[in-house]
């Protein structure tokens, strides 16, 4: 029987990120999760969608380049090879851009831009003789534009240019970067659109699909862009939006 693949997810404690852990681990992989909040991951109660398909959690914030270094690493130890790097943790700020100070902006930049690359590079650099995946969660916000997501939508452009460039750089030592697009999905995320009603009316109007995604409709192209037939994509940005952006 072949062995079983190894997956870390950054920011898998709620969200799309734990939608993702949950399809990995039903998809028979071992999967390694993160996120930054002890309270969630030491309540054994909420965390039994994780124990129960024995996903690991891991405290650590995605911008302490070391911190997520020594995971990657204990993972390779334990397991002989990290397969999959998927760089998923994001926040957003709902704020106009005239008002976005410097903290905000900063953060915003450190956490969806600045770890990402970090990320992949710690990866890059403990594999860089056997090779990798790795998957970046942008946005459609990377790729067009709306009101008040100036700074989030410029990190998620990033991600998306990021993807390709390392997608070229890494490609002869063996590595395949690739990123998802989500549309608007049901997470804590959208909580600001799903509490104004004629806002989510309006949104649902605006989806060809006339529904928010769930985190599972990010974890099965996930799965896909890791899979071993996935083996000649690399560099590509695939967009799950229930066709918001291809009007
Ligand atoms: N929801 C959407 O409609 C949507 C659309 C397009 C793209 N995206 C992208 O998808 C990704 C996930 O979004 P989501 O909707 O699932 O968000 P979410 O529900 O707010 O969850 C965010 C996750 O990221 C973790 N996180 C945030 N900052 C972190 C940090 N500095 N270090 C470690 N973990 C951190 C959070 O864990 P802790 O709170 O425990 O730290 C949590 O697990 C983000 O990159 C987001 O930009 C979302």
Not at 90 to 102: C, K, M, V
Not at 104 to 120: G, H, K, L, P, Q
Not at 149 to 161: D, H, R
Not at 193 to 220: H, N, V, Y
Request: aromatic share 6%; glycine share 10%; with cysteine.
């Amino acid at each position: 029987m072949a062995q079983a693949k190894t997956v870390l997810i950054t920011g898998a404690t709620r969200g799309i990120g734990k939608g993702i852990a949950i399809g990995f681990a039903d998809a028979g992989w071992i999967v390694y999760g993160t996120g930054r909040a002890s309270t969630t991951l030491s309540d054994a109660n909420t965390l039994s969608w994780a124990t129960d398909r024995k996903i690991i959690l891991k405290q650590a914030d995605v911008t302490d380049q070391a911190a997520m270094a020594a995971i990657m690493q204990e993972i390779k130890e334990t397991h002989g090879r990290l397969d999959c790097l998927i760089n998923n943790a994001g926040i957003a700020a709902n704020t106009p851009a005239s008002s976005l100070d410097a903290n905000e902006t900063s953060r915003i930049i450190d956490t969806n831009f600045r770890a990402v690359f970090t990320c992949c590079q710690s990866y890059y650099k403990m594999q860089r003789k056997s090779g990798g995946c790795i998957i970046n969660v942008a946005s459609v916000l990377g790729l067009v534009g709306t009101s008040l997501a100036s700074v989030y939508s410029g990190t998620k452009g990033a991600v998306i240019s990021l993807t390709k460039a390392l997608a070229i750089e890494w490609a002869n030592s063996g590595f395949r970067v690739n990123a998802i697009c989500p549309g608007f999905i049901d997470t804590d995320m959208t909580d600001m659109i799903k509490k104004r009603e004629s806002l989510m009316q309006k949104m649902l109007e605006f989806i060809p699909l006339k529904r928010l995604g769930t985190p599972a409709d990010i974890a099965a192209p996930a799965i896909m862009l890791a899979s071993d037939g996935a083996s000649y994509i690399t560099g590509q940005t695939l967009v799950v939006d229930g066709g918001l952006t291809a009007q």
